[in-house]
């Protein structure tokens, strides 16, 4: 069972499509939602698999339903905006194969014109997100640099559904791209996210409001700071009581 169901009878024509699933730092996911919101995009299609994770999900009015991936689509007259997020990835190496080749087979029956995969890449700097790129063929290359985007030269895979898609679109004449934002990656990250999101901006010339994704940075370095300090509060604690057992010891 692999099924993509339809839920409405808006078809995208020649779409654009975004691709971002939970991944390393939720970068792809936080850009995924936040353009669905801030585009106010409708859903007009689900993606089930055997291949997600083997268990019920269950809403706030204790309601059970299948992990999915959703399509949303933002229709205007200069482009239609398929974006694709979801509850998770594919556990399993064939179950990734099997969900990229269900998004691009996706592609290729709409003729999308681009599809753009999204996520993070692990990172130990803490200064402005940079962003990696890579693409299908050597001219989109060309618009991702120009966009100051770093590409990957250093051969680095991409793991997971956003790296084969990349992969899998190229055999199928579909043009594909794929933006990374350098993150940490042990919680969500929402400046990561951000600097995606300028990017995908200029990449589709479309208008996004970062108000509301500035504050959610803001709400993420105030709990980091807290984090920060309590640490540093148990390393202060933790060498007081190592003196007072070496003081005891010596008595």
Request: with cysteine; glycine share 6%.
């Given at each position: 069972?692999?099924?993509?169901?339809?839920?409405?009878?808006?078809?995208p024509s020649?779409?654009t499509?975004?691709?971002?699933?939970p991944?390393?730092g939720?970068v792809?996911?936080?850009a995924a939602l936040?353009?669905?919101r801030?585009?106010e995009?409708k859903?007009?299609?689900?993606?089930?698999?055997?291949?997600?994770p083997?268990y019920a999900?269950?809403?706030?009015y204790g309601?059970?339903?299948?992990p999915?991936n959703d399509?949303?689509?933002?229709?205007?007259s200069?482009?239609?905006?398929v974006?694709i997020?979801g509850d998770?990835?594919?556990?399993?190496t064939?179950?990734?194969?099997e969900v990229?080749n269900?998004?691009?087979?996706y592609a290729?029956?709409y003729?999308?014109?681009?599809?753009?995969?999204?996520?993070?890449?692990s990172?130990?700097?803490?200064?402005?997100?940079?962003i990696?790129?890579a693409?299908?063929?050597a001219e989109?290359i060309?618009r991702?640099?120009?966009?100051n985007?770093?590409?990957?030269k250093a051969g680095?895979?991409?793991?997971?559904v956003a790296g084969?898609i990349?992969?899998l679109a190229?055999p199928?004449g579909?043009d594909?791209?794929c933006?990374l934002?350098?993150?940490?990656?042990?919680?969500p990250d929402?400046?990561?996210?951000?600097?995606?999101?300028?990017?995908?901006?200029?990449?589709?010339k479309?208008?996004?409001n970062?108000d509301k994704?500035?504050?959610e940075?803001?709400r993420?370095?105030?709990?980091?700071?807290?984090?920060?300090?309590?640490d540093?509060?148990?390393?202060?604690v933790i060498r007081e009581r190592?003196a007072?057992?070496?003081?005891?010891?010596i008595?």
């Amino acid at each position: 069972m692999k099924t993509i169901i339809k839920e409405s009878n808006v078809k995208p024509s020649e779409p654009t499509i975004v691709e971002g699933l939970p991944g390393l730092g939720s970068v792809g996911k936080i850009a995924a939602l936040y353009l669905i919101r801030q585009l106010e995009a409708k859903k007009i299609a689900t993606l089930y698999s055997p291949h997600f994770p083997y268990y019920a999900l269950i809403d706030r009015y204790g309601i059970a339903r299948l992990p999915k991936n959703d399509f949303y689509l933002s229709k205007d007259s200069d482009l239609d905006l398929v974006i694709i997020t979801g509850d998770c990835q594919p556990q399993t190496t064939y179950g990734q194969y099997e969900v990229a080749n269900q998004i691009v087979n996706y592609a290729k029956r709409y003729s999308a014109k681009l599809v753009i995969t999204v996520g993070g890449y692990s990172s130990s700097e803490r200064t402005e997100p940079k962003i990696v790129g890579a693409a299908s063929r050597a001219e989109l290359i060309d618009r991702l640099t120009s966009l100051n985007v770093l590409v990957n030269k250093a051969g680095i895979p991409i793991v997971g559904v956003a790296g084969l898609i990349l992969a899998l679109a190229k055999p199928r004449g579909i043009d594909a791209m794929c933006l990374l934002g350098e993150t940490i990656g042990y919680v969500p990250d929402p400046r990561a996210a951000k600097s995606v999101l300028v990017v995908l901006s200029n990449l589709l010339k479309i208008s996004i409001n970062m108000d509301k994704i500035d504050k959610e940075i803001e709400r993420m370095r105030r709990i980091e700071e807290k984090i920060k300090q309590a640490d540093q509060g148990m390393e202060t604690v933790i060498r007081e009581r190592r003196a007072e057992e070496k003081v005891t010891y010596i008595s």
